[in-house]
């Protein structure tokens, strides 16, 4: 079919942005694999991106390829599994926060090489241009070298595809632009920014018929073991926060604003 | 003799939906897990902030309100009561399903999940007795388009309840009237219904009505129920709103009905005898099998509200003296807040307690409805092929089954006819059925009543601050609110009265007395379970059932009697309480069987096990001192008083008696305090003492009851100190 993609989209989970978030020795989060996981943001986006793609060439198709523990990955797809139609490929590894981005996208690639029928001319290969738990911002990059896809994209916003099957592609660059390239087409690797589509509702539905590939795609998860690859940590320590409580009384509105702005432009 | 138990760390984080699915029993079921995270979407999102920006404060329909139950249909939550070919995506029964897509809503907002459950309680007087016809065409019609589909979801009302004086709690007696309009000789009957309905839920979004009503006509048989739908001839009129301050974001109102319909509108069908209409099922009997289900729902609504509080409670007890000049980070006071004090941690867990107990109840009562529906079905198809079918021919059949399911419950069977019992469908849905009889209304009833009750404690905790609109997790709304789950589908008179009938039937108390059995073996392996105090508090509990079954009151009149409520709903009060706690402790030995295969619930599984466990053991001490009290003012409180008669004297020494007792028992008459002189002289009071009287067995069990209780305060220390260190996130996750 002309114009018709394989998009494998690559994620970890993080957190709940919401949870407490306490780095303990090793380092390791704190309680992690009890907190309420999400897919990873940025590559949320991605794979949102990528169905609305698929939708939009038909004959393409897009498979999720997720590593964390098995028993997390479960979790995440009851809401997942929701949002729009994927073939999932699952690892069970660990968590993504403190691992070495180079034995991840090893073992990304590796899975992706091993998709039965993948045709890699079709492949684009999408993801998070960096993750929420840890912005390494290299793996999906290696990943792609691994797969020999050098036409590579980070923080893209936006990809069209043109009649004469041309990639169009916005990616950020500083001071709030774009940079618009132009690719020959597939295969090629982009690293997701937020991209422009808002988070599809749940579908139960939806979510049922994804099931039915998901549940044994959970059953088979290949475990894998990363290699430290020398890395070690110093330390690891969450954003400080600062508070600087002060009561007033009867100020306006406008006043605290106006404060308000200096205080950030400081 | 003291039993060592290992020592775990405090429960880390909040019981997360891992811990839950094991609990509730879903961890196998994707589409339920699913209807959850979806659920939780819409009541976190859209209706988190319909609340927070003041929706609740018009009693209008407004364009807000119609939306949210246009993001129930897309969220996939009106469709959890449908079946797939019907644009459903969940088979087989959905009591389990609904009650988890309410429990999400409540957890909110029990208005929003009030919206969506009245949609199903229009449909379901169809779904239970409907014809095929009649199945068919309204669940497609309320059935959310599916993708490519273009059309409007039709949704409907439920209409029992009328204007005072009539339907209310009795709903027996009906003033709505059904007459024939016109019947043409081989035609359908077109027949004329009025009627009038009193806070009638989803009234202002509804383009079909369920209405019970009454035969006016001496062509019509009985009452029945008949769907209305806009656009009938006649006056289809919505009414006003109703003023309510709760439950907001539903509408409710007073419609007036006067409509013509063909008589196939009749829920069930009919069938023509004598000239007569003959409706195929009473309106009696369509509603019993309507509100068996959906109470369960309801009860559940209360118990998300008590869990719901608990984060919110916690945060703003952590958080009170942070900001205050003189409190510095670090400090104790800084961290810790008000839960540096015992009583704000205890009183939490109370709120706790009750609402895993009130949870693990309904969800168990839901899940018995999903075992019952499939076997009642098996049961009138087993019975027709035995050419018998309902009414007396039926019942009579039935006291047969019930026989051997009480056999089967007594252990003195051998092996063979133990098995052939046991694998009997009819004697599995007896058991079932009576089990369900008795958790339904129990489930309304204490979840709803105690519920509010705990929900003022929670709101109590977050000091002022709990009766703000601005209140983490809109506690006010939440305790106002669970005073109509109370009340609506049935208020507790309602449900206590059933439970009068159900909870003597004898299958049923079998079943209670093997689930004693049952919490006595739990207890043997785990005295900090609480089961013990819990087996002991069920074993008086029935002591003074059968008591008040074969005793007088002091004027010689029987004590447990229909009429008399002061007996028979007071036993059903103390009943409700052993149940939930029972379930309670049943949930938490699910979890520590299927915790460790389950990667993420087995990190923290020792330590939430632990806590989990000593809220079970405070939620059945509490339990447990609620019966001994009913109980005991059931057991002593009939008799009268003694005076100085004849009557009264039977229980006292006289003083010569005494002195001759002396001799053996020295020191006997420094005790005695009732002693009646030889002159008839007594000491200078009303009467003796009535603590003479009564009976050896209760005092010897409130005894047992009373050091039963061992170690529950230990377990609410420990509790308590959980919970003045679990991790909670930084913030609320609503309005997201
Ligand atoms: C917001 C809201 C929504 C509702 N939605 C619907 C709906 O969609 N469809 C519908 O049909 N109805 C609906 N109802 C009606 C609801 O089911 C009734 O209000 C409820 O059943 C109680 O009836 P009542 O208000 O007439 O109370 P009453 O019958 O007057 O009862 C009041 C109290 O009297 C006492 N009492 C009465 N009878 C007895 C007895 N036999 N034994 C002991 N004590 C007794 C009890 O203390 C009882 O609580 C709704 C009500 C509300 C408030």
């Not at chain 1, 099957?165 to 087409?185: N, P």
């Not at chain 2, 389990?96 to 409540?106: D, H, P, S, T, Y």
């Not at chain 2, 205050?324 to 009583?343: C, H, N, P, V």
């Amino acid at each position: 079919m002309p114009n018709s993609f394989q998009i494998v989209v690559c994620s970890s989970l993080v957190p709940d942005p919401l949870q407490t978030l306490e780095p303990v020795a090793g380092p390791a989060l704190k309680n992690e694999m009890m907190l309420p996981a999400v897919l990873d943001p940025w590559a949320a986006c991605s794979l949102y991106e990528a169905a609305a793609l698929a939708a939009a060439h038909p004959g393409s198709k897009v498979y999720l390829v997720a590593m964390a523990p098995k028993a997390k990955l479960q979790q995440v797809m009851m809401t997942v599994a929701q949002k729009v139609p994927f073939e999932l490929v699952a690892l069970d590894g660990p968590l993504g926060g403190f691992t070495d981005a180079q034995s991840t996208a090893a073992a990304l690639a590796e899975a992706i090489a091993a998709i039965p029928a993948l045709d890699r001319s079709k492949l684009l290969l999408f993801g998070g241009w960096e993750s929420a738990s840890r912005g390494a911002g290299v793996t999906l990059q290696t990943a792609g070298e691994l797969l020999g896809i050098t036409e590579q994209f980070q923080g893209v916003d936006q990809l069209t595809v043109r009649d004469d099957g041309q990639l169009e592609v916005l990616e950020r660059v500083e001071g709030g632009r774009h940079q618009v390239s132009l690719c020959q087409g597939a295969p090629a690797v982009f690293g997701w920014a937020t991209g422009n589509l808002a988070e599809p509702r749940n579908s139960p539905q939806m979510g049922m018929a994804n099931m039915r590939g998901i549940t044994p795609a959970l059953m088979k998860a290949k475990p894998v073991k990363l290699d430290a690859n020398g890395l070690s940590y110093v330390s690891a320590a969450v954003p400080k926060q600062t508070r600087e409580t002060r009561l007033v009384r009867d100020m306006p509105a406008e006043e605290i604003a106006r404060e308000i702005v200096a205080w950030m432009a400081e | 003799m003291a039993t060592f138990l290992p020592q775990v760390g405090a429960m880390l984080t909040l019981p997360g939906d891992a811990v839950r699915q094991i609990l509730w029993r879903f961890s196998d079921r994707f589409d339920l897990q699913m209807l959850v995270q979806s659920a939780r979407a819409v009541a976190r999102g859209q209706v988190a902030h319909m609340v927070a920006a003041g929706e609740r404060n018009t009693h209008e329909w407004t364009p807000a309100k119609q939306q949210m139950m246009e993001a129930f249909d897309k969220a996939g939550i009106t469709a959890a009561f449908m079946e797939p070919e019907q644009g459903g995506f969940i088979a087989g029964p959905k009591n389990l399903a609904l009650g988890l897509a309410a429990f999400e809503l409540a957890w909110v907002d029990g208005g929003a999940a009030t919206a969506s459950l009245a949609g199903f309680l229009a449909l379901a007087p169809i779904h239970e007795r409907g014809t095929l016809e009649q199945t068919a065409h309204y669940m497609a019609l309320a059935a959310p388009p599916q993708p490519g589909e273009d059309r409007k979801v039709r949704r409907g009302a439920f209409a029992l309840t009328e204007p005072i004086p009539y339907v209310g709690v009795d709903t027996g007696i009906l003033s709505g009237r059904l007459r024939v309009a016109e019947w043409n000789e081989g035609q359908e009957p077109l027949l004329h219904v009025e009627k009038r309905g009193r806070f009638i839920t989803n009234i202002a979004c509804a383009d079909f009505v369920t209405a019970a009503v009454e035969s006016g006509d001496p062509r019509i048989k009985g009452s029945c129920v008949v769907i209305l739908e806009e656009g009938d001839p006649g006056s289809f009129d919505r009414g006003t709103p109703t003023k309510k301050l709760v439950h907001q974001l539903s509408s409710t109102g007073d419609p007036i009905f006067s409509l013509t319909v063909p008589a196939s509108r009749i829920v069930g069908g009919y069938t023509v005898k004598d000239g007569v209409i003959v409706p195929n099922f009473s309106h009696g009997e369509i509603i019993e099998a309507v509100f068996r289900r959906t109470r369960v729902t309801v009860g559940l609504m209360t118990s998300a509200k008590l869990l719901s509080a608990v984060e919110p409670v916690i945060r703003y007890q952590r958080g009170r003296f942070r900001g205050a000049e003189s409190i510095k980070e670090g400090s104790l006071r800084y961290e810790m807040g008000i839960q540096q004090r015992e009583d704000a941690l205890q009183r939490l867990v109370d709120v706790w307690a009750s609402g895993e107990a009130s949870a693990s109840l309904g969800f168990a009562a839901a899940r018995l409805f999903d075992d019952l529906d499939p076997l009642e079905r098996e049961k009138t198809a087993l019975l027709a092929e035995r050419g018998i079918a309902g009414g007396r021919a039926e019942m009579k059949a039935m006291r047969e089954v019930e026989a051997k399911a009480v056999a089967l419950l007594s252990g003195d069977l051998v092996d063979a006819r133990r098995d052939e019992l046991a694998s009997d469908p009819l004697v599995q849905y007896a058991l079932r059925d009576a089990a369900a009889n008795v958790l339904c209304p129990a489930t309304k009833l204490w979840n709803t009543g105690e519920g509010t009750r705990m929900m003022r404690e929670a709101v109590s905790l977050m000091g002022g601050y709990g009766i703000t609109e601005d209140c983490p997790g809109f506690l006010a709304n939440k305790w106002m609110d669970a005073q109509l789950e109370a009340t609506y589908e049935g208020p507790e008179a309602v449900q206590r009265r059933q439970l009068t009938i159900t909870m003597t039937n004898e299958v049923f108390l079998a079943q209670f007395k093997a689930w004693t059995k049952e919490m006595r073996a739990i207890a043997s392996e785990r005295p900090g379970s609480g089961a013990c105090t819990l087996a002991t508090a069920m074993t008086m509990w029935l002591w003074t059932l059968n008591y008040t079954q074969h005793a007088t009151d002091a004027d010689g009149n029987k004590l447990y009697h229909g009429q008399r409520q002061g007996v028979t709903f007071a036993l059903a009060d103390a009943l409700c309480w052993l149940l939930a706690a029972r379930c309670q402790i049943l949930d938490v030995e699910e979890l520590e069987a299927r915790g460790p295969l389950d990667a993420v619930v087995a990190e923290d599984l020792p330590a939430t096990l632990q806590f989990l466990r000593d809220l079970c053991h405070v939620q059945s001490a509490r339990a447990s001192g609620e019966v001994s009290r009913i109980c005991a003012e059931l057991v002593y409180g009939y008799n009268r008083h003694p005076a100085w008669d004849a009557e009264g004297h039977k229980a006292c020494f006289l003083s010569d008696e005494l002195d001759e007792y002396e001799g053996f028992i020295p020191g006997l008459g420094a005790v005695a305090t009732d002693v009646i002189g030889v002159s008839g002289s007594h000491p200078v009071k009303a009467g003796p003492c009535a603590g003479c009287a009564g009976s050896l067995d209760f005092l010897h069990l409130q005894n047992k009851l009373a050091t039963c209780l061992t170690g529950s305060r230990l377990a609410k220390d420990r509790a308590a100190g959980t919970v003045s260190k679990v991790m909670i996130p930084e913030a609320l996750d609503y309005p997201q």
